[in-house]
């Protein structure tokens, strides 16, 4: 495996851990202001309160890790996406912000202010659907060199088919990782309730999710023909991720093993997300910007590989007792030894 | 300027959110060192005053680390938007401490999360205690990282420009370049003091307000102590940080010091204002105290600003910053050198209202010694952004509409920095001292 693939693979591994830690965070959130409108608050704040609050900084650092990542394996990227997304990212940034001070601000004020309840639950909505852009702006189309400087057509991308699907897509999937897994998470907690009224959404969500899935390979087919030939190279892997969503979603009708059906999905998105990374190389931006042509020199590469390897060596006992303390925990996870300050 | 300037509003955009961020990042330095040094004690001498100290820091910090959390996201992202050439090149050399900084965020979040979740659950307090380590230790090891970042900005070497080209990339000669060790000594010397005195002020002010209980005292006392030691060791490595400057970026000395002309036996300059003809006026003279300060040597040679082509020169006003600083040094080591031996031989006077309420102001007044430190830095490298190599107009983004994003931050840390104040107030007002050691163990602090 050349450095060039081993470093956006490493990247790639990161951002997917992203997106499903990313979807049940942004989920929850969503799924948290429903029930505050709907005057469900009771069955569903508790449950969110208790698993995202010692989590939520860890699922920040994913995001952080890939874009410093990328930084520092393609310097290239930098430029160019760093000129074209100062809008989109700066309104992404202003977001995440919004989410990631409603853990401060509100665990802990006395009442919760609903307005902020409601920011963050939309923020678990919008955040996805600005990140999503940068996904569309990378299938090419959208970019142009002036005076040798990248420059966004923003009116080109807000009236693409293309852009609304992914965000669609991306809308569809958080909701739907996030119902999946809070399914399981209700059921571990013996709440029956809660468990029920996930199981109904994360139902609900699965058929947008498949149509929306479809409908962007359907896009492509137009937009990027050399992208849409080399999925349709891939098939069979885009076969089997929907093999383990049909699984999923019988698991789930069925009222089986809650864990199972969350493991299938997680393989579901693993195999959807590394064939789309796959059908992308080699362009980090179609058609100005490939791996080879964006990569760092060899010395940089070698250290950071090495620095990786290091550091997850750190990490992964970490993250296992961090697990073992709060998702794994039968104690905590029904909330008998629940004192939190 | 703002709206069609790109270079000026990503410069304005730059500086508020790293002077935004440093107030949360020096917070979240220091205070698990804090929280360790308490709970320790209380561990030791078996006093739980000083556990609740550890308890009711460590409830503050949940609030700063997050804002903390977000506007380093927002710092890290914002360098590619608004320096997109910079971090192009940066990429290709000093990404290493970059990326192993998010290791030393992911441990100390990880940890952080455990520690803060789990006060009851371990049935020996050390285990709970052990905890803190690699909270503090990340804590500190992501300033170390950035701090070499901007260092490498500062005093750039790894590599070799051949033809323009960069070349023999050394990821590692670039972390530990010439002003790395200065740089990331003083930084986390700074923290650590501040902190210790933003936690005095807060004792303090309790003190102040007519709560007479033990608790508060043992907490003035204690962090009185420790921000003097590390107001100590902050104001030697300045002073290291100087000859770096003298040795390295003489501009920046000179102008912080508004030194023109090369000369030996020079006298340091404080305060004081420049007329038309750059001549500077009412300004206190030290006698040969800027040649000790650059070389430590009275008489030694020190390098003035006119050696410099003009467009290299950094701007004068940094000489307000360096002041700042220095000024406010001094004053929190006498403050708590003051205040430790008054303790000691049992001088009144520092038990009384007034001096308390010096103690309070100098909270604020490190933090400001921060940012004037900061500001004297950054600017003080104008105009390169890369010291030597690159200048902020070759790395700015040519996007339109920064100006206009500079509008959208400033919004979202002013509600930032209202909620945070609002939501520690409501915290502590809700559960003052007395009621939580009642609770403890009815209010035996034994
Ligand atoms: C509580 C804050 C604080 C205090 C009391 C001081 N400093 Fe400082 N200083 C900083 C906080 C700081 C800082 C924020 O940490 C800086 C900004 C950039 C850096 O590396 O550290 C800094 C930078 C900085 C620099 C510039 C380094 C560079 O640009 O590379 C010098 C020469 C000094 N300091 C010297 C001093 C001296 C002689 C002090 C005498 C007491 C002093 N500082 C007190
Ligand atoms: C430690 C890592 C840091 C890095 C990588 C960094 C990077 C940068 C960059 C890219 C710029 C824009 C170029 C320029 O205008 O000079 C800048 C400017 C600036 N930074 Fe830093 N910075 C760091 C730390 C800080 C901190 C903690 C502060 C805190 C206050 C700070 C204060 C400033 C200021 C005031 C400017 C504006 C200077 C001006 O344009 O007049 N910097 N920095
Ligand atoms: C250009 C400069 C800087 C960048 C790009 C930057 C980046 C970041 C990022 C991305 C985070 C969030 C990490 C997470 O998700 O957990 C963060 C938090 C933090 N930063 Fe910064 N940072 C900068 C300057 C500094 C400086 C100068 C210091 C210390 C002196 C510092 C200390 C911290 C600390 C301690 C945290 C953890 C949050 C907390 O405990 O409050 N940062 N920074």
């Known amino acids: 495996m050349s450095l060039e693939i081993l470093g956006m693979s490493v990247l790639w591994l990161f951002l997917f851990g992203y997106v499903i830690v990313g979807s049940i965070d942004y989920g929850a959130g969503f799924f948290n202001a429903h029930s505050i409108i709907t005057g469900k608050q009771h069955i569903l704040s508790k449950i969110i309160q208790r698993y995202l609050s010692p989590v939520w900084e860890v699922t920040n650092v994913f995001f952080v890790f890939f874009f410093v990542g990328i930084v520092g394996f393609f310097p290239q990227s930098a430029y160019y ?47 996805p659907a600005s990140l999503s852009i940068v996904l569309t702006i990378s299938e090419g189309g959208f970019v142009s060199l002036v005076d040798g400087n990248p420059v966004l057509d923003y009116v080109a991308l807000f009236t693409s088919p293309l852009t609304w699907s992914i965000v669609v897509l991306s809308i569809a999937a958080v909701l739907y990782i ?26 609900g969500w699965s058929i947008p999710l498949i149509i929306a899935a479809s409908g962007i390979i359907y896009e492509l087919s137009s937009h990027n023909e050399e992208h849409f030939s080399r999925i349709m190279d891939l098939w069979w892997m885009f076969a089997l991720s929907f093999v383990l969503w049909l699984g999923t979603v019988w ?19 693993a195999l959807a997300f590394f064939a789309y990374g796959i059908s992308h190389y080699p362009y980090l931006l179609y058609p100005h910007l490939t791996i080879y042509e964006g990569f760092t020199n060899t010395a940089m590469a070698i250290s950071l590989v090495v620095v990786f390897i290091l550091g997850m060596a750190l990490l992964l006992p970490s993250l296992y007792l961090l697990l073992k303390l709060f998702l794994f925990d039968k104690n905590y996870v029904q909330g008998n030894k629940n004192k939190e300050e | 300027m703002l709206f069609d300037d790109p270079v000026y509003a990503s410069r304005l955009l730059t500086l508020l959110t790293l002077s935004f961020h440093i107030i949360y990042a020096t917070i979240g330095v220091g205070v698990p060192l804090m929280i360790m040094i308490a709970q320790w004690i209380g561990i030791k001498k078996n006093d739980n005053h000083y556990i609740l100290m550890a308890r009711r820091w460590a409830k503050g910090f949940v609030v700063t680390v997050a804002v903390g959390v977000v506007t380093g996201t927002i710092i890290g992202l914002q360098l590619s938007l608004l320096w997109p050439r910079f971090m192009e090149l940066a990429g290709n050399i000093i990404a290493l401490p970059l990326f192993m900084e998010v290791f030393a965020f992911f441990f100390e979040a990880i940890f952080l999360g455990i520690y803060l979740y789990t006060w009851d659950r371990f049935d020996n307090p050390k285990k709970h205690f052990l ?36 070349m023999n990339a050394n990821p590692l000669a670039a972390m530990f370049t010439a002003s790395m ?19 005095a002020a807060i004792a303090a002010f309790k003190l102040i307000k007519g709560s007479n209980h033990e608790y508060h005292k043992k907490a003035l006392y204690m962090t009185m102590k420790v921000g003097l030691v590390f107001a100590i060791a902050t104001a030697l490595i300045g002073d290291l940080s100087g000859k770096y400057l003298a040795e390295y970026q003489s ?38 105290a800027l040649s000790i300060l650059a070389h430590g ?10 050696e410099f082509p003009v467009e290299e020169q950094p701007p004068l006003v940094i000489h307000y910053f360096f002041d700042t600083m220095v000024t406010i040094g001094g004053f929190m080591i006498f403050l708590s050198l003051v205040y430790w031996i008054g303790i000691k031989r049992s001088w009144p006077f520092v038990k009384a209202n007034w ?26 490298r104008q105009p390169w952004i890369l010291r030597g190599i690159m200048t902020v107009d070759q790395a700015a983004t040519t996007s339109e509409y920064v100006g206009h994003m500079f509008i959208l931050f400033a919004g979202l840390y002013l509600v930032l920095g209202i909620g945070t104040v609002v939501v520690l107030r409501r915290i502590f007002k809700n559960d003052p001292v007395e009621k939580e050691l009642e609770k403890m163990q009815g209010g035996d602090p034994s």
């Not at chain 1, 989410?99 to 955040?127: D, N, Q």
């Open chain 2, 131 to 166: 905890l803190l380590i690699p909270v503090a230790l990340g804590a500190g090891m992501s300033a170390f990282f950035i701090t070499i970042v901007n260092s490498f900005m500062n005093s750039p070497g790894g590599f070799d420009i051949v033809n323009g080209q960069l």
């Open chain 2, 355 to 380: 001096y308390r309420w010096l103690i309070v102001l100098g909270g604020p007044l490190s933090f400001l010694a921060i940012e004037a430190g900061w500001w004297m830095a950054e600017v003080g």
């Open chain 1, 251 to 269: 698991l789930l009708w069925k009222r089986k093993n809650y864990g199972l059906a969350f493991g299938f999905l997680v393989g579901q998105f």
């Open chain 2, 251 to 288: 501009e920046k000395l000179a102008a912080a010091e508004w030194h023109f002309e090369t000369e030996e036996g020079a006298p340091l300059l404080m305060y004081g204002v420049l007329d038309e003809n750059q001549e500077v006026k009412y300004a206190i003279q030290v006698p040969f």
């Open chain 1, 178 to 203: 996030s119902a999946v897994f809070l399914t399981w998470y209700a059921n571990k907690t013996g709440d029956v309730k809660a468990t029920d009224l996930m199981r109904k959404y994360a139902i």
């Open chain 2, 297 to 306: 040597n009275p008489t030694s040679e020190v390098i003035g600003l006119n």
């Open chain 1, 81 to 127: 996406f760093g000129t074209i997304l100062l809008i989109p990212g700066s309104i992404g940034l202003i977001l995440l912000a919004i989410r990631g001070s409603y853990y401060a601000f509100e665990s802990y004020g006395t009442s919760g202010h609903r307005g902020y309840a409601f920011m963050y639950g939309a923020s678990g909505l919008l955040i």
């Open chain 2, 181 to 199: 060790p200065t740089k990331v000594s003083h930084v986390l010397a700074t923290a650590y003091m501040t902190v210790a005195f933003m936690l």
